[in-house]
């Protein structure tokens, strides 16, 4: 068989990457500050968001010092690779390693209008003026996911064809401005594997239309799983997961019939062996047994802890064994069978309730509710975290609350969660059996889902999301007025 185009342009980027650690199999947890100055702003947030090879989707929000215009992040990252900077309605793509210090600054009138003259300071600053130097430069659009009608195969011919021409683009910027080479490597994976992304929309197109499922979508000649030194690119970490999942877990009829009944520790064991058998040994291979093991936790406590103490051997990464070891401390300590929420100062207080929907009931006979039901492992959910603090500003002092009620999620890592992050708001989490119950009631498809109450009434099952900014509002003054 031919070789596609686009292994040659996968073998230059292994050519020529940098090394994350001559070993290869170790990763480096760090702590990164990012903080900065911005002039003339209107809204009181700024905003991270990427993706952690740990923790999954992982977001940030701070307060803008309202007297000085500055802000600042301290958090802990794994390896060197991107995220997301939001302001208003404006972003920036940045890139951190650990123990780096970034300081930026710009004016947000110019900013929200996408005109990026930003300062930058730090040991990447470079890399970090060449990124947004390329954004200004791009024109290729982004890849377009129209599937209907389209086989596979043709597909993944459109996608090669996409990645070229991005490639291409990248070529010709980079003999025009001569970036930094640190910038190149990031690049070209972040095209590979942006693009590799677009994979799950076509699984996705399968699920809905009750098509079968085809074992060729995360052909690895197409976007490698093999290649460590692409996760400087958060993408490739993402890749990784759906790769993992699809081909171990959700294409095997034996794996996916053995789930379905509940029976999730054989079904877990299956796909972990397989991909023990089926995976070279070494780094990807544990980042794959690890996020497998971990996703189990939402499932079955007690299966977490048996299959983990089986397979922790498996795992040669200890930042990895110790996470996981972390999380089995604290299934331990997750009470099944309580609802419990933090107040808006972030005291802890637990308290039984017997109907979540009579405490609700009653609440809304006094103000009108937006309720925000999301988990913790759903990445859209926690992503419109920001827009809620944002909202929670501007409705204060009227006759509204925000409830957020947590489904079937670590209680620890909820809670953790909920005060890192100064969420306001009354927050309530519901144990599997009951988010099964209370979905079933309201009839929940999916979350984030978003409903407002008043007077004992569901008014809307389907409310505009936080990030819908005025929209959102408007509604809930209006609901609240009538």
């Not at 003026?129 to 890849?143: G, L, M, N, Y």
Request: net charge negative.
């Amino acid at each position: 068989m031919k070789t596609p185009p686009i292994v040659v342009f996968v073998l230059i980027v292994v050519l020529s990457a940098c090394r994350f650690n001559e070993e290869g199999n170790v990763l480096q947890k760090g702590p990164v500050v990012i903080e900065g100055k911005i002039e003339n702003f209107e809204t009181r947030f700024v905003r991270l968001s990427f993706q952690d090879l740990v923790g999954g989707s992982t977001n940030y929000a701070q307060a803008i010092d309202t007297a000085t215009g500055y802000f600042k992040f301290i958090f802990d990252i794994y390896h060197g690779q991107d995220i997301l900077f939001e302001h208003n309605n404006g972003y920036l793509q940045l890139f951190i390693e650990p123990s780096d210090s970034l300081f930026l600054s710009f004016d947000a009138r110019e900013f929200n209008r996408n005109n990026y003259d930003i300062n930058f300071r730090g040991r990447n600053a470079r890399i970090n003026e060449d990124i947004q130097k390329f954004r200004a430069f791009k024109q290729v659009p982004a890849f377009n996911p129209d599937i209907s009608g389209k086989s596979i195969r043709q597909y993944h011919t459109e996608l090669e064809q996409q990645v070229t021409m991005e490639l291409d683009e990248l070529s010709r910027f980079a003999e025009k401005f001569s970036p930094s080479e640190k910038f190149v490597q990031w690049a070209r994976y972040d095209i590979i594997y942006n693009n590799a992304n677009y994979l799950i929309d076509y699984k996705a197109h399968l699920h809905y239309n009750n098509l079968p499922a085809n074992d060729s979508i995360f052909l690895t000649g197409l976007f490698p799983v093999t290649d460590k030194n692409a996760l400087i690119s958060s993408l490739f970490g993402l890749h990784l997961w759906h790769y993992a999942a699809d081909r171990y877990i959700q294409s095997n009829p034996e794996v996916l019939s053995l789930y379905n009944e509940g029976n999730y520790f054989d079904a877990y064991k299956i796909g972990l062996d397989n991909i023990i058998n089926g995976e070279k040994e070494g780094l990807l291979r544990d980042i794959m047994v690890f996020k497998l093991i971990g996703s189990l936790l939402q499932e079955s406590s007690s299966d977490f802890e048996e299959l983990f103490n089986s397979y922790q051997g498996i795992l040669e990464n200890q930042l990895l064994v110790a996470d996981l070891e972390k999380r089995l401390k604290q299934s331990g300590q997750i009470s099944l069978h309580e609802i419990a929420y933090i107040d808006h100062k972030n005291t802890l207080r637990d308290e039984t309730i017997s109907d979540l929907m009579g405490l609700l009931i009653e609440k809304s006979r006094e103000k009108t509710l937006y309720l925000d039901f999301w988990a913790v492992w759903c990445g859209p959910c926690r992503s419109e975290f920001p827009w809620l603090l944002e909202l929670h500003d501007k409705i204060s002092g009227r006759n509204i609350d925000i409830v957020s009620i947590c489904f079937s999620s670590d209680r620890n890592t909820w809670i953790s969660f909920v005060k890192d992050n100064n969420l306001p708001g009354k927050h309530y989490h519901l144990n599997k059996e009951q988010s099964d119950l209370l979905r079933s009631r309201l009839q929940i498809r999916g979350f984030p889902t978003y409903m407002i109450m008043k007077d004992g009434e569901i008014i809307n099952t389907d409310a505009s999301r936080p990030s819908s900014g005025e929209k959102i509002f408007n509604e809930l003054i209006r609901v609240s007025s009538l």
